[in-house]
């Protein structure tokens, strides 16, 4: 599937901001079934050129200082992207969860480093005993660890309410646990906490839903602005696969990517230190769209 993307954020600030830098993580970049045929990122004002990067975990940056006064800025991503559909393994093939969890611990045969840096708490996926009760009744004993993810995903999707009004960005994991509702970024922290709470390595995605339109059979939640899902480790020979909680499916060609890490905090789309400003207000637009 072929797409095109657009995504504008927009911040109004009561008085002026003297200076501001900002760190982006909005540039796509190529992958396994992602490739990227262009992507641009515009900043109002634009300040200084944008300087690129590559974080900790492979992601593309951009860091943006702007050091004249300005009561509003914008920046939108543009960019066309091919995204190839993906086919699950069969459930049942993959191991035994408590395998990989010994192969991320360190007996057995050894795997990739980089697994085991999400399987520890992060500081907005922190496991306490009713989250990793929940993540328990899935992971029973012997059960292939992508059936157990997926049954995991479909429970979360089934007993969470999906609810933008009941939590904000940086709200407890625990608390949504509490209330039993939140939005796709809460879904991906609770189902990677409950993951990690049983020693098995999950991480945090951050990219895009296809925009639905008139006339879809499909519906899917989490179109409206960047979304969030979950990627689980499934051992050496399968990999990282991704699941969406917030609409109880297996990622194929209706998502784009753009970063993972171990939770939004690290690789959430704009962060920034500003100098005055006061309070400010945030408007987001998302449009992911075939290209027809």
């Known amino acids: 599937m072929k797409y095109r993307l657009r995504h504008t954020t927009s911040y109004s600030y009561s008085w002026a901001v003297d200076m501001s830098h900002h760190l982006l993580h909005l540039a796509l970049q190529d ?38 006064p300005h009561t509003r800025f914008d920046v939108e991503l543009t ?11 069969d459930m049942a093939a993959t191991p035994a969860w408590e395998k990989v969890r010994a192969a991320l611990n360190g007996d057995g045969i050894p795997e990739a480093s980089a697994p085991c840096e999400f399987v520890l708490d992060s500081p907005l996926a922190v496991a306490n005993k009713a989250i990793s009760d929940y993540g328990a009744v899935s992971l029973t004993p012997q059960r292939p660890i992508l059936a157990a993810a997926r049954e995991l995903t479909t429970r979360i999707n089934k007993d969470f309410r999906y609810d933008p009004t009941a939590t904000e960005v940086f709200t407890p994991v625990a608390e949504a646990m509490e209330k039993r509702a939140g939005v796709c970024q809460d879904f991906a922290h609770l189902q990677i906490a409950m993951l990690r ?11 895009y839903i296809r925009t639905m339109q008139p006339g879809d059979k499909a519906d899917l939640r989490g179109f409206d602005a960047s979304h969030a899902w979950v ?40 962060r920034g230190v500003v100098l005055g400003g006061g309070p400010h207000r945030v408007n987001v637009a998302v449009e992911l769209l075939p290209l027809t």
């Open 79 to 89: 960019a066309e992207v091919e995204v190839l559909p993906f086919t699950p393994p």
């Open 231 to 270: 990627s689980v480790w499934c051992g050496e020979e399968f990999g990282w696969i991704d699941l969406d909680p917030t609409n109880n499916l297996i990622v194929s060609e209706d998502h784009v990517t753009t970063a993972v890490g171990r939770d939004y905090s690290d690789i959430s789309p704009v």
């Open 31 to 68: 992958g396994e079934r992602q490739t990227v045929r262009d992507c641009r990122i515009v900043t109002a004002p634009e300040g200084g050129r944008i300087t690129e990067g590559i974080d900790h975990f492979g992601n593309r940056t951009g860091y943006l200082a702007i050091e004249e």
């Open 197 to 207: 709470a049983h020693g098995l390595a999950a991480r945090y995605v951050s990219g």
